[in-house]
């Protein structure tokens, strides 16, 4: 006979791997951004402190969703992604930042909508497709009211630009819709626009052309690709086998650019070595395994299409971070989840693991 666990029992081997990945990224954010952040902001600790506020923020926003109905809880997510989606327009008006408009300024703090899309779309996503009464077979219910809403807002975070974001949310709805019971061919048939329109972006308005361009370069010869790449090329290959030990490596020193964000992975992989990253991608890939079983192990269409989007979302967004620093893939401007410093992207992956526990509470024995 079935039976369900209680919420109190929640898989501890999923959060004590969450938590320690967390304390790793915490310690590597602070040694891959000291010396920046003095020569920047005054103090050695002004990004480390900002990450460790929002790592508290990410534990308190795990111990709320642990406790609420999700099933209850999701009727609200079309209303919460339509009010995002003003959110993404709102984000045009904001300064500038880095080349781009991705960050609502909330006065000392800062907020990414992108980041919330992705998570709330996988919310509606699960239960408007557990909806006995919707068959995505058709393709007429396939498309509304899901390209409408979905090509909106990625379309809003291409403008941005974010074409990273981008990349992740179209390929995380895509998963979802797979295990959903969508036909192949009408995802196939999916992917010809949106390829029309990335190639027309890059090829022909020159959006990240340049970074294509040396992409292709350095696939003959790492070296010969961006700057960015070449220095993340060096500093992973420069920590070895051991690493050159934790603090203390070289890169950092203004050498490889975003060495606490985009590519920490190569920032950490130079002070704690091919061994240590070998821990640690274990402790990523545990978190996908978890992820998973529990989303086999749910009671009902609802909770196994939620927990596999949230665990397939965190796959392609590590996945790509990790082919960009390596130089399999173009550079795309994405963190690394629970890693990389920033805020959003931290709290958003941390609830995407909250889900994962909270249904775990509910998974069949």
């Known amino acids: 006979m079935k039976t369900f666990r209680t919420k109190e029992q929640f898989d501890e081997k999923l959060f004590f791997c969450y938590l320690f990945i967390l304390l790793v990224g915490l310690v590597m954010v602070y040694s891959t951004s000291s010396i920046i952040a003095e020569s920047r902001n005054g103090s050695h600790l002004y990004y ?24 209850k809880l999701t009727i609200y997510s079309a209303p919460a992604l339509l009010l995002t989606l003003v959110l993404l327009v709102v984000v ?8 781009a408009h991705r960050w609502l300024v909330l006065g000392p703090v800062t907020v990414q909508p992108s980041e919330i899309f992705k998570f709330l779309m996988i919310c509606y996503l699960a239960f408007s497709l557990s909806n006995p009464k919707r068959n995505i077979t058709n393709l007429k219910q396939l498309l509304i009211p899901y390209l409408p809403l979905l090509g909106l807002g990625l379309g809003l975070i291409l403008l941005e630009p974010d074409l990273g974001s981008t990349i992740v949310i179209f390929l995380t709805t895509l998963g979802i819709f797979f295990l959903a019971g969508a036909r192949m061919k009408h995802l196939m048939l999916a992917l010809v626009p ?15 052309k340049a970074r294509i361009i040396n992409y292709l370069q350095s696939v003959e010869d790492p070296l010969q690709g961006s700057y960015q790449l070449k220095q993340a090329v060096l500093t992973l290959g420069s920590g070895g086998l051991l690493g050159t030990g934790l603090g203390d490596g070289r890169q950092k020193l203004f050498f490889l650019p975003y060495p606490h964000t985009d590519f920490i992975f190569a920032g950490i992989g130079e002070e704690i070595g091919f061994i240590g990253l070998l821990v640690l991608l274990s402790g ?19 909770g196994f299409l939620l927990a596999s989007g949230m665990t397939w979302s965190l796959f392609v967004n590590i996945a790509i971070n990790l082919g960009v620093v390596t130089g399999l893939l173009p550079v795309t401007g994405l963190p690394l989840p629970f890693l990389s410093y920033g805020g959003s992207s931290l709290l958003m992956s941390s609830a995407a693991v909250g889900v994962l526990l909270n249904l775990s509470g509910r998974a069949v024995k």
Not at 56 to 69: F, T
Not at 194 to 208: D, E, P
């Open 194 to 208: 949106q390829i029309t329109l990335a190639l027309t972006v890059v090829f022909v308005l020159g959006y990240k």
């Open 284 to 302: 990523f890939f545990f978190i996908m395994h978890r992820g998973f079983k529990i989303a086999a192990a749910q009671p009902d269409r609802f």
């Open 48 to 71: 480390f402190s900002h990450q460790f506020l929002w790592a508290l923020m990410s534990l308190a926003v795990i111990y709320v969703i642990l406790r609420v109905d999700l099933k």
């Open 92 to 99: 045009f008006f904001m300064p500038i930042r880095n080349g």
